[in-house]
């Protein structure tokens, strides 16, 4: 239900800036980066990898933080969301 729900707002907001970072090159390496919020289950599993897992929090996050600032706040609250879960 939650994860869902973070699925949709992720895919809405991350998705857009996401797309921004793939075309300048920067996920060189990373195959899965550039679809990593393109759908609903795709977002759900990058952060289900990021947040859960502690995995890769960098290879995605930090070059759509550096591309739009104003995402911080939204990894933020969702990484504060799901901890306190």
């Known amino acids: ?3 869902a729900i973070i699925g949709v707002m ?3 907001i991350l998705h857009p800036v ?3 970072v793939a075309e300048k090159g920067l996920y060189d390496g ?3 980066c550039p679809r ?3 759908t609903t289950f795709a977002s759900a599993l ?5 947040i859960i897992t502690g995995d890769s929090w960098g290879a995605v996050s930090i070059p759509i933080i ?3 600032p104003a995402t911080l ?8 969301f799901i901890q306190l879960m």
């Open 30 to 32: 990373c195959e899965r």
């Open 36 to 38: 990593a919020f393109e």
């Open 66 to 68: 550096e591309e739009s």
């Open 1 to 3: 239900g939650t994860l």
């Open 10 to 12: 992720s895919t809405q």
């Open 46 to 50: 990058t952060f289900t990898q990021q």
């Open 18 to 20: 996401n797309l921004r």
């Open 73 to 80: 706040l939204f990894f933020f609250s969702v990484f504060i």
